[in-house]
C-alpha cells in the first residue's frame, strides 16, 4: 500500500468523515483512499469555496473537517478561506499535495504559506511515520482547534508502507473541558454578587455542548442580561431576556442596556471592537470579566479586570454553585420587542424600481421556514439579513468574517446546509459577493440542496459607495451596470426571481409551498441611497 492510501484510510479512521476539495494529480489517491474508507468527499468548483465549505461543515457539526488540494496553486487558491478558518479558530484540516522539488513549476513554500495566514504546519515524512504523522495533525486540529497543513510531497505519497496495521488508529480522544481554579470561582462569584446591572455576552465559546444551559440558570440566578457576539447568534433565541447580538448590529434599546450595565462578562467571547462598539457600548464604570479556556485569549482586545481560564459551562455551573441569594439584577421590567430591529420600525425607503432591505428583509423572514441554517457574505447588506432573519438557535447561523473578505458566504453555506440537511439553507449575499462566488451555483445544483439564495444587489460595492461618496471621491472603481443575476442562476439550473417590490416575493412563497426541487435565488433590486447603520462603525476597525 502505498503512502497516499495509507494516509487517506488512516485520516478516516482517526474520525475525518467530510472532505472538502478540488482533485488534481497531487491530491488524486489520497482523496480517493479516503472515500474508499468512508469519508465523504464533496467537489467544489473552485478551492476558495472549498476551503470556505469546509470552515462552515466544522463550525457547524462541531467536528473536524478536511480540505483536500493539489500542490501548488491549489493551495494558493484556497488561502482566503484558510485565512478564515486559521482566523476563527476553526478545526480544519488542509491536505495539499507538496512539490519539494524546487524547479517544479507547482513549487512554493507551503508551510511558510500557511504560517503567514494564522495556520500551523505539519509534514508526512517518510512511509513509516506517515500514519502517526496524519493521526498527530488531526489531533491537533482538535485539540489545539487550529487550521492545520498537512503537506504530502509528491516523493513519499508513492512509496511504500510496510505496516498495514497501524492504519487502523482510533479517533483522538475529545479535547478535555478546562475546569477553573478555585480562586477564578470565587472571583467571578464576588463580581456577580456586587453586580446590579449585568450583562452576560456570549462567543463562540459558549457554542460548546451544556453552555446555553449553564449560562441561562446562571443568569436567572443573577438576574443578568443575555447578548452574544455574531458567532453565537441565536444562542438564547427564545429567551425573553434576550437582547440578541451585541455591538454594531445590537438594536438601539440593546445597545442602551448593555451600555447601562455594571458588570459585563464575556463567555468565550473575544470582545472586540465589533461587538464592544469600540469599547462605547461597555460603561466607564463597568466591570469586565472574560471567560476563556484558552489563557491567551484574555485580554487580548480591551482591557479587563478579571480573566477566568475555564470551559464556559464549568465555569457557569461552578459559579452557581457558589451560592448566594438569587437576585433581580438587571430584570426589573422586561426588555420588551424593542432589542429586535423589525419591532423598531422604519420608514420604507423602496422605490417603482427597488425594494428597502429592510423591507425585503422582513417579508422573507416571514416567508421562509424557521428552521433555517443562514450564511452571510460581507458587505454593506450584511446587517439586514443578520438583524432581520431570525434563527432557531447558534446552529442555524454561520458567519465567517473574521477575515472580512466578500465572496465566501455562498460557499459558507453549502457547508453548513450539509452540516444541517434537516434545515433550509438561506445565503444572503450582496451581488460582489454573488459575483464572485458564483462558480459555485453548480455545486448547490449538483448536491441537490434546495437553498435560497437572496442577493441584494446594489450594482455596486456599497460599503466603499458609501464610505467615500459623501466625499465626492468618483465611484466608477466601485459601481457597475445592471446585471441580470437571475439569469445566470438559471443557467446554473435554479429556479429564479427578480425582486423590486413586495409584491414580487409571491414567487419566493410558491417556491416554498412546492416540492422544492430545485434551488431558488432571489436577484433583489435593493434601494441604495445611503450606507448601512452599521457602516461607519465597520470603517472605523480598518
Given amino acids: 500500500m502505498k503512502v497516499a492510501e495509507a494516509v487517506g484510510r488512516a485520516l478516516t479512521a482517526a474520525g475525518v468523515e467530510q472532505v472538502f476539495g478540488v482533485v488534481g494529480s497531487g491530491n488524486f489517491h489520497l482523496t480517493n483512499a479516503m ?33 483536500s488540494v493539489h500542490q501548488g496553486p491549489g493551495l494558493t487558491n484556497a488561502l482566503t478561506g484558510i485565512t478564515e478558518a486559521a482566523k476563527s479558530r476553526t478545526p480544519l484540516l488542509v491536505l495539499a499535495a507538496e512539490a519539494t522539488r524546487r524547479t517544479s513549476n507547482f513549487h512554493v513554500d507551503q508551510g511558510a504559506l500557511a504560517e503567514a495566514v494564522g495556520a500551523v504546519t505539519e509534514r508526512v515524512t517518510s512511509p513509516h511515520a506517515a500514519v502517526e504523522q496524519a493521526r498527530a495533525a488531526v489531533r491537533r486540529t482538535l485539540h489545539e482547534r487550529r487550521t492545520v497543513l498537512l503537506n504530502l510531497p509528491l516523493d513519499v505519497q508513492v512509496l511504500d508502507v510496510q505496516d498495514t496495521a497501524a492504519i487502523a488508529v482510533a479517533p483522538p480522544p475529545p479535547r478535555a473541558a478546562v475546569e477553573p ?99 462605547r457600548l461597555i460603561g466607564p464604570d463597568a466591570t469586565v470579566v472574560q471567560v476563556d479556556d484558552d489563557v491567551r485569549a484574555l485580554g487580548v482586545h480591551r482591557e479587563i479586570h478579571l480573566g477566568v481560564v475555564g470551559d464556559v459551562a464549568r465555569t457557569a455551573r461552578r459559579a452557581l454553585d457558589a451560592g448566594g441569594a438569587p437576585r433581580e439584577g438587571y430584570r426589573a421590567a422586561p426588555v420588551g420587542a424593542q432589542v429586535r430591529w423589525r419591532e423598531v420600525g422604519h420608514e420604507d425607503e423602496s422605490t ?20 433555517r441554517v443562514v450564511g452571510v457574505d460581507s458587505g454593506n447588506f450584511m446587517g439586514y439579513p443578520t438583524a432581520y432573519l431570525s434563527v432557531p438557535d447558534e446552529n442555524g ?32 449575499l450582496g451581488d460582489g459577493g454573488a459575483l464572485m462566488g458564483a462558480a459555485e451555483l453548480e455545486t448547490v445544483r449538483r448536491l441537490g440542496l434546495p437553498m435560497v439564495v437572496v442577493v441584494y444587489d446594489d450594482e455596486g460595492y456599497g460599503a466603499e459607495v458609501h464610505h467615500f461618496g459623501p466625499d465626492g471621491f468618483p465611484l466608477g472603481t466601485v459601481t457597475f451596470p445592471p446585471t441580470d443575476i437571475a439569469a445566470i442562476a438559471r443557467g446554473h439550473g435554479f429556479e429564479a426571481v427578480t425582486v423590486r417590490s413586495p409584491a414580487d416575493l409571491k414567487a419566493v412563497a410558491d417556491w416554498v409551498a412546492g416540492p422544492r426541487s430545485a434551488p431558488l435565488l432571489v436577484d433583489a433590486k435593493v434601494t441604495a441611497d445611503h450606507g448601512a447603520w452599521w457602516l461607519e462603525e465597520a470603517f472605523r476597525g480598518h
Fill in 35 to 67: 472515500v474508499a474508507a468512508g469519508s465523504r468527499y464533496v467537489a467544489a468548483r473552485h478551492e476558495g469555496g472549498a476551503a470556505t465549505m469546509a470552515d462552515a461543515y466544522a463550525r457547524t457539526s462541531g467536528t473536524v473537517a478536511a480540505l
Fill in 397 to 428: 447561523f454561520c458567519f465567517t468574517q473574521a477575515f472580512q473578505s466578500i465572496g465566501l458566504g455562498l460557499a459558507t453555506t453549502i457547508g453548513a446546509a450539509l452540516a444541517r440537511p434537516d434545515r433550509l439553507p438561506v445565503a444572503a
Fill in 181 to 279: 481554579s478555585e480562586s477564578d470561582v470565587s472571583a467571578l462569584t464576588a463580581a456577580l454578587a456586587r453586580s446590579r446591572r449585568p450583562v452576560f455576552v456570549a462567543g463562540r465559546g459558549a457554542r460548546s455542548p451544556g453552555a446555553r444551559e449553564a449560562l441561562t440558570v446562571l443568569a436567572d440566578h443573577h438576574g443578568a442580561l443575555l447578548a452574544t457576539s455574531a458567532v453565537a447568534h441565536g444562542l438564547f433565541h427564545d429567551n425573553p431576556w434576550s437582547l440578541g447580538v451585541c455591538g454594531g448590529f445590537a438594536a438601539p434599546l440593546a445597545a442602551e442596556l448593555v451600555q447601562g450595565a455594571d458588570l459585563i462578562v464575556g463567555w468565550g467571547c473575544a470582545l472586540t471592537l465589533w461587538t464592544t462598539r469600540h469599547g
Fill in 352 to 371: 417603482r424600481d427597488r425594494i428597502d432591505p429592510r423591507t425585503l428583509s422582513i417579508a422573507l423572514d416571514d416567508i421562509l421556514p424557521a428552521q
